[in-house]
């Protein structure tokens, strides 16, 4: 086995088992907070020793606690975190964090401390960013609120926040960033060794790890990929579009249909890692900045949306990327994302880029149906060739 096979599989590993990734750090003695979706400041955790731990929902889990407070047409994405909050999955955690950028993520945050009073479970920490982010005003809103976020840690943590140590972790998250990026650079060279399944593996790791030890991990892989020629891929190539597309089943027919991943816009994926934070004197105001700086996506509120600037960023992610479509995750009972897809369907016509739409939920246990339709667009991207 090479040792590209050899790091991949280990990211495989802590992606598909991150229970056992939690249970690790706590038994090291460290203090670990969950992160739920979408932005939010881990740097003030990691700066402060403590373990940032991603949240989103689960493949496997069924929904059933979770009925007691939410109604059926929540996204999956939250009624499985919360499942997960209900059912035990996450009592070792010191604390949770809960941004509010979305209708449904709004009155979950209030969902999540309902339980935390009744059944108490890890304190959620509630985190509002500002719609209008990039004015001043804005700016200043988030670091308001990232202020009280930091409080709350430093009462979990027992200890001040330490600005060098958070400069430390602007560094150690920038870096981490820079090497998310390449590698899904390295990963469209190297569709031949990264598929679909791992790639998303890589990506999703780093939800469950202290981001120096992945960034470390992630550096060795790189550096064994750019030892690799290029391939030369014979089959066809796609961008994906989305909230979250994760489920390993989901992602084998991409394989089975050869069909590789040239680039994403997904949320869970690259919109996470695209923006880099200042690196200044002044580092909460620089974590204020890089929200600001967040662009290109539909969770977020866009003072030029009547230009289409996302529809027509993810038709030159494609093009750039040399992808002959866009595959599109629609995540179900997401009103962002399914008022979005007209606009993003027009940029696309208009550059002339074949598309399919895939609707998708985390409980989704029969892909009959987007099976039928990728082998289709397969089918469809073969004569465009």
Known sequence: MSRVEELLNEFNEIASNPGKQMKAYMDQGKKVIGILPYYAPEELVYALDMVPFGIWGSNTKTVSKAKEYFLTFYCDLVQTSFEMYMDGTFDGLSGIITPTPCDTLRPASQNFKAAFQKYGKPEPIFLSHPQNRVPEFGIQFTLDQYNNVREHLEKIAGK????????????????????RRLFSTLANDHCDVVNACMRSAVLKAANFMLKDEYTAKLNELNAELVKLPACDWKGTKVVLSG??????????????????????DV???????????????????DLAV????????????????????????????????????????????????????????????????????????????????????????????????
């Not at 909230?243 to 089975?256: H, T, V, Y």
């Not at 949320?267 to 105001?285: G, I, V, Y």
């Open 160 to 179: 001040a926040t330490d600005m060098e140590a958070l400069k430390k972790a602007i560094k150690v998250y920038n870096q981490s960033r820079k090497a």
């Open 243 to 264: 909230i979250i597309c994760d489920n390993p089943e989901l992602l084998k027919l991409f394989d089975e249909y050869n069909i590789a991943i040239a680039a994403d």
């Open 267 to 285: 949320a869970q994926w690259t919109r996470s890692f695209r923006t880099d934070a200042p690196e200044t004197n002044d580092p909460m105001r």
């Open 290 to 385: 890089q929200f600001s700086r967040q662009d290109y996506d539909t969770i977020l509120f866009d003072e030029k949306s009547n230009e289409n600037r996302r529809g027509e960023h993810v038709a030159r992610l494609a093009q750039d990327n040399g992808a002959q479509g866009v595959v599109v995750f629609m995540t179900q009972f997401c009103d962002p994302e399914e008022m979005e897809y007209p606009y993003l369907k027009k940029a696309l016509n208009d550059a002339n880029i074949p598309h399919v739409k895939l609707g998708v939920a985390m409980q989704m246990r029969d892909f009959g149906q987007a099976k039928t339709s990728l082998q289709a667009f397969a089918d469809v991207l073969e004569l465009r060739k």
